[in-house]
């Protein structure tokens, strides 16, 4: 989202957003109400503030003048800009960097709401974790969450930016590419609770070492305050690890670990998810989630222990649970009109949850289990040993075809024949075209294909193609 505008409720005037991004109101009338803010030019809803952001690819002072031609009440610019005759009284704010200003701005709406903000980062999982802790605490407290996985320098502040008084929680994703990128999120946000998910070799190539990536993710917990939380996955050993940098308290959860928060007896129900005993501190609730895999039910106890620490019953975070609606194109199930279903996963890939996915596929199988997987990035070092593992795990669980997609998934293919994979059964194919071509004429009824690949392989293309088949 590029737009936030405002409920008809607003705490700031132009004099105090200029004030707030250390600016220089140019034009305007300093006594206008605050309306919003949009950073795409396209998308100007009447009255809202045009920040024109510079990128690699763009330049938002190009647009300023579109933004005003569709309705905005004014821009924030970083460098000259001469306004037509008719569009003097607009509002013009000009500061030394855009993309500060709109950070800054955030930060000061932000300060105008007395709300609790749970801050939720990790190698695997933080969008779904995100999903489910919104949708928790949304049984008793109205929750702003971040949309889909803005979860940057610029999507941040635009969520927190949709603040309005309604609201009484708000849960923000943190993603990260490299040290001082959370520290600097966190600034913005304020978070009272933080959860970490995971710490996994996702980003690999950017950090150089996990140790480096359990670092940069534990720039969370150090931002929270002595009377906030750490939420944190206690079956993974760099979270208890790097748990000490907390000067909060800390709430473990686990499926296998001593912990505070676990689940007990996981079963899954088809395809339409997981059964499990919630068990928090001695006190249990059945649950169902809506989602499958144990990794889930490990992210759904996540959201269960942050709904304790903002008071909810364990009953209450349970029925949040079972009403949970998730991020497309993760573990997604979607019918094929050859009569079977498809695994839509192929929103990104690492190892970790490659396998996790796997695992999956092995479980809810109808007929034939068919994986479909593309290459993963960003594992620098692990490349050829991350492809590998996953090609083994394939074989390991019994999945009947393999597919494997562009240059590195030549080492998934490897390890899965190394492991015991019929090489009758692997299909290496160069592009995503080739792949659904080779799929349209293996496929039989009842089969259960899954799709997984990083974000760059936009494998969800193959799954466009399989639910087009006649």
Known sequence: MSTVKGKGVSVL??????????????????????????????????????????????????????????????AIVSRQADLPPHYRERVLIRVENTLKALQDLAVAWRQQFQVPVVGVTGSNGKTTTKDMIADVLGIKLP???????????IGLPLTLLQLQPHHKAV???????????????????????????????????????????????????????????????????????ISQRCS????????????????????????????????IEGERAPAFLPAMGEHNVRNAIAAIGVGYCLGLTLEEAVRGLASLSLSSMRLQIVPSSHGGMIINDAYNANPDSTVASLEVLSKIRKNRAIAVLGDMYELGPLVERGHYQVGETAAHLGIDILVAVGPLSRHTVAGAIAAGMDAKRVAYCKTKEEALAFLLGILLEGD?????ASRGMAMEQIVQGLTRMR
């Open 171 to 241: 849960v923000v994703e943190m993603g990260m590419r490299g040290l001082g990128q959370i520290s600097q999120l966190c600034e913005i946000a304020r978070p009272r609770i933080g959860v970490i998910t995971n710490i996994g070799v996702a980003h690999l190539e950017l950090l150089g070492t996990v140790e480096n990536i359990a670092r940069a993710k534990g720039e969370l917990i150090e931002q929270i305050p002595v009377e906030g939380y750490a939420v944190l996955n206690g079956d993974d050993p760099w979270c208890r690890k």
């Open 13 to 74: 005037n132009i004099r105090e957003v200029a004030e707030a991004v250390k600016g220089c109101l140019l034009a305007g009338d300093s006594t206008q109400v605050f309306g919003g803010v949009s950073t795409d030019s396209r998308r100007v809803v009447p009255d809202t503030i045009f920040v024109a952001l510079a990128g690699q690819k763009y330049d938002g002072h190009r647009f300023v003048i579109e933004a005003l031609d569709r309705g905005a009440a004014g």
């Open 143 to 153: 929750t702003l969450k971040t949309e889909a996985n803005l979860n940057n320098e």
């Open 448 to 452: 259960t294909v899954l799709v997984k």
């Open 248 to 279: 909060g308290k800390t709430i473990f959860y686990g499926l296998e670990s001593p912990v505070q928060v676990k689940a007990r007896n996981i079963r899954y129900r088809g395809e339409a998810g997981m059964e499990f005993e919630a068990d």
